[in-house]
């Protein structure tokens, strides 16, 4: 059992992690609250099924298509849809939640309800401590360790990523030392959806499709998010992997756990804000100093 929670736990709360930087990466610099975020996660889950199963191309093939065409979109949609009401946060929330629906409907169109599923990209396993460990489990957990260290030096080791900490910390200051505020924005958008392409892509050969499966994610990785705090990117991270051992921990150790994980993962996130209103490394924006 421990075993399992653990395999269990570190791909839940890498799929988590992915989301929530990604998501807490696109707030933090333009304050965006994108609830279509996990969408595009669908979206390109999706586009990976079409091109590997419909067209006949090697999975590869389907997750690089996946990854241009969703950030292509999330792109598009930022420019024509999220730039022009980004200073009405009602409004952003509002019309990011009438896109996730839009994009759900729209897969519920073109491939009707039907669970589909994607072949691995590596068959097989090994047993440790008499538990089965698809090889599978073990590339998407490296994938997602190799996906969050580039992140990490694209954040902490480059001028971009020093332009889009520095935004997310006070943009009146970023734009008076010469930054292009709003083209840091779009660019974090980019990387944002980017991230939850890449999520969808490393996830869809370990999970069931459906045009409903944007919905659990949204709310651990919003979760992940406020546990640990609004705008952090390491909070983000710890939150999520906190989040994704509970519900393995439940799930395992519970009988008829899986209907319970989701609420015992949020009602540790609310145990927390009460104790800590700000997440376990919260952060003060300009707004309210």
Request: one cysteine or more.
């Amino acid at each position: 059992m421990i075993v399992d929670i653990i395999i269990s736990g570190l791909i839940s709360g890498s799929v988590y992690a992915l989301l929530a930087i990604g998501f807490s990466m696109i707030f933090g610099v333009a304050r965006i609250v994108n609830i279509a975020h996990t969408g595009f996660y669908m979206l390109a889950a999706y586009c990976i099924y079409f091109v590997t199963q419909k067209l006949g191309f090697h999975s590869i093939y389907g997750m690089l298509v996946a990854l241009i065409l969703i950030t292509l979109l999330g792109l598009l949609t930022y420019k024509i849809f999220i730039d022009p009401i980004r200073e009405h946060e009602a409004a952003v929330l509002i019309g990011t939640i009438a896109l996730a629906i839009a994009m759900q409907e729209v897969m519920l169109l073109i491939f009707s309800g039907d669970y589909l599923s994607v072949p691995s990209l590596i068959k097989g396993y090994f047993s440790l401590l008499g538990v089965k460990i698809f090889y599978q489990q073990l590339i998407t957990f490296g994938m997602v360790l190799i996906i969050l260290f580039a992140l990490w030096v694209l954040l902490m080791k480059t001028r971009l990523g020093l332009a889009i900490r520095s935004t997310a910390e006070d943009r009146e200051v970023a734009n008076l030392m010469g930054m292009n505020e709003s083209r840091v924005a779009m660019i974090s958008m980019g990387i944002s959806v980017a991230l939850a392409a890449v999520t969808g892509a490393v996830i869809v050969p370990l999970t069931i499709l459906t045009p409903f499966m944007w919905m659990h994610p949204l709310i651990m990785m919003m979760a992940a998010v406020v546990l640990g705090g609004m705008g952090s990117i390491k909070g983000s991270f710890a939150g999520a992997y906190i989040l994704g051992f509970a519900e393995s921990m439940v799930v395992f150790m519970i009988p008829k756990g899986a209907f319970l994980k989701g609420s015992v993962a949020l009602s540790i996130m609310i145990l927390v804000l009460l104790i800590r209103p700000a997440g376990l490394f919260g952060v003060s924006f300009e707004e309210e100093r």
